[in-house]
């Protein structure tokens, strides 16, 4: 369906790298060197660009030297998996540490300046959301147990949804604590999971809200995988007040969700 006419293929190749997009390789090669620094607690696995490198902690600019993530030490890592978006050139990446006093669950998405995304090149923005004790159904250990037993293999090709549905169908997601109609744009299938924190849901699809809240979820960012059926938004869940940033991902099994996981932080003062 997207395959260039070859007209649109020779004036692409006459332009300069801006038009390239990020291969698959390359991104999940860059989010294996973010997996390395945290478990190693040392910045020098990133190629950070050196100019315009913003790192942002919970939906706030931070300093990543100073983040928790990388003060406390070298974090052990349970789990980590990871999707690439060859569009956006970016990665998402969620890993739990249940080791030691502060457990993690920690939502990372990466982006790099386009065409850049090889083994040695930029990262321009590492966006995470970091939760722990305290966060909203937070308990690590759990959600380790319930991650491990999900299938994140491969989507077939014949069970593939494009794009642009997985971005409708992530966003109808988090429109559906303001709009009423949400709820029934989206498919589910009888056996979905939804893991919200550590809270275990199946049917996915069941005591979802269908409007109610009057501010909507914002500062939605993206990261969309076809091939494995993601997309993961990072978001201020303005929709209920006492709660503060989130990581939505949802998986898209022919055209309806098999998983969702949360990420989600509680708003604190
Ligand atoms: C600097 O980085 C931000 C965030 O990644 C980006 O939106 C902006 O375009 C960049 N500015 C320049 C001059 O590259
Ligand atoms: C598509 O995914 C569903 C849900 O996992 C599965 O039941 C079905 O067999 C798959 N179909 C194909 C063609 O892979």
Redesign the pocket.
């Known amino acids: 369906m997207t395959r260039a006419v070859p007209l649109l293929a020779a004036i692409a190749a006459l332009l300069p790298l801006a038009s390239a997009s990020c291969t698959r390789e390359g991104l999940l090669a860059a989010a294996q060197t973010y997996i390395s620094a945290i478990t190693t607690g040392s910045l020098s696995p990133l190629h950070l660009a050196t100019t315009?490198f913003?790192y942002h902690e919970n939906n706030k600019a931070a300093d990543l030297a100073k983040s928790a993530l990388f003060t406390s030490g070298p974090l052990k890592l349970d789990l980590s998996r990871s999707t690439a978006d060859t569009v956006a050139c970016a990665s998402y990446t969620i890993f739990i540490s249940t080791a030691g006093t502060k457990p993690y669950v920690v939502s990372t998405q990466i982006?790099h300046?386009e065409g850049t995304d090889d083994v040695t090149g930029t990262i321009?923005?590492i966006d995470t959301i970091v939760a722990t004790k305290g966060d909203l159904f937070f308990d690590a250990t759990k959600t380790l147990t319930l991650l491990k037993a999900e299938n994140w293999g491969v989507v077939p090709e014949g069970n593939r949804t494009s794009r642009a549905e997985l971005k409708r169908i992530g966003d109808a997601y988090l429109d559906m604590w303001t709009d009423a109609k949400a709820y029934a744009t989206i498919e589910w299938w009888g056996d979905c999971e939804r893991v919200e924190g550590s809270q275990f849901t199946k049917p996915c699809g069941v005591g979802l809200p269908k409007g109610g809240s009057a501010k909507s979820n914002g500062m939605r960012r993206y990261v969309i995988d076809e091939t494995v059926g993601s997309v993961d938004i990072l978001c201020s869940f303005d929709s209920i007040s006492s709660i503060g940033p989130d990581s939505h991902e949802t998986r898209v099994e022919g055209g309806k969700i098999k998983y969702v996981h949360t990420v989600t932080t509680m708003n604190r003062k």
């Open positions: 315009n913003t982006r300046p321009s923005l």
